[in-house]
């Protein structure tokens, strides 16, 4: 039942992981960002379930490899990820910050034109 859990998440997670990516959140600070929720959700299934025990009360080096086996998961599923949506175009976030390089709170919409590409 376990390896079932963890590979179904993975796998639910992967489209999460895409959506951000079709929406424009690609590279290194996305992966990061989503190893956050991979090992969020996980915990979450773990405790509830009653499967698992809350991470501060894990050995260090337990936790040093489900921390290093997520971050894995994340980056692998990142880069591919990245790759496929890469195909499609820049997503509706890229073409926002496309508009006006920096940061500045008045940019506006991206046209809805544009917006809606695929």
């Known amino acids: 039942m376990n390896w079932a859990m963890h590979y179904g998440q993975g796998a639910l997670l992967g489209v999460l992981r895409s959506v951000?990516?079709?929406?424009?959140?690609?590279?290194?600070?996305?992966?990061?960002?989503?190893?956050v929720v991979r090992l969020t959700n996980d915990q979450i299934l773990e405790n509830a379930t009653g499967v698992g025990a809350p991470p501060q009360t894990w050995p260090r080096t337990?936790?040093?490899?489900?921390?290093?086996?997520?971050?894995v998961y994340a980056f692998v599923t990142g880069v591919v990820a990245d790759a496929l949506a890469a195909r499609s175009g820049p997503g509706p976030g890229q073409l926002h910050a496309?508009?006006?390089?920096g940061r500045y709170p008045d940019v506006g919409r991206v046209p809805v034109r544009h917006s809606h590409r695929r």
């Open 20 to 35: 951000m990516a079709h929406a424009g959140l690609r590279g290194p600070l996305a992966s990061a960002k989503f190893t």
């Open 62 to 71: 337990e936790l040093v490899v489900d921390l290093l086996h997520k971050a």
């Open 98 to 101: 496309a508009m006006r390089t």
